[in-house]
């Protein structure tokens, strides 16, 4: 059974950072796609960014370009999301999801987030 764990989230200033962490097992880690999808309060589920565990190819939510940046790490099947200059808007649970098919199209992925398989959640308050 496909297991993602997530975790570091928190409570944290506006301005400040956040590093969440994705453990992944029972999986078929190569050649897939991975995100990060949030659900803020009384909001829609949004993936704010995704990358190829195939390659290098990331792809972000405007509303957290060059802020987040998503990261790898292929020996240990873990997927990162370093989060900086953080604002209110981004309180949200923050879920680690995995692509269900090999080569899942990341971009595709991103705008509709259909993952096939979720991790439990780890909460990001951002308090101004």
């Known amino acids: 059974q496909v297991q993602l764990v997530e975790s570091g989230g928190g409570s944290v200033q506006a301005g400040g950072s956040l590093r969440l962490s994705c453990a992944v097992s029972?999986?078929?880690?190569?050649?897939?796609?991975m995100g990060w999808v949030r659900q803020g309060p009384g909001k829609e589920r949004e993936a704010v960014a995704t990358?190829?565990?195939?390659?290098?190819?990331?792809y972000y939510a405007d509303s957290v370009k060059g802020r987040f940046t998503i990261s790898q790490d292929n020996a240990n099947n873990t997927v990162y999301l370093q989060m900086n200059s953080l604002k209110p808007e981004d309180t949200a649970m923050y879920y680690c999801?995995?692509?269900?098919?090999?080569?899942?199209?990341?971009?595709?992925?991103?705008?509709?987030?259909?993952?096939?398989?979720w991790g439990q959640g780890t909460q990001v308050t951002v308090s101004s």
């Open positions: 029972e999986y078929s880690y190569s050649n897939k796609c």
């Open positions: 999801a995995a692509g269900s098919f090999d080569g899942s199209w990341c971009y595709g992925l991103l705008l509709s987030a259909d993952f096939g398989y």
């Open positions: 990358i190829y565990t195939g390659g290098s190819s990331t």
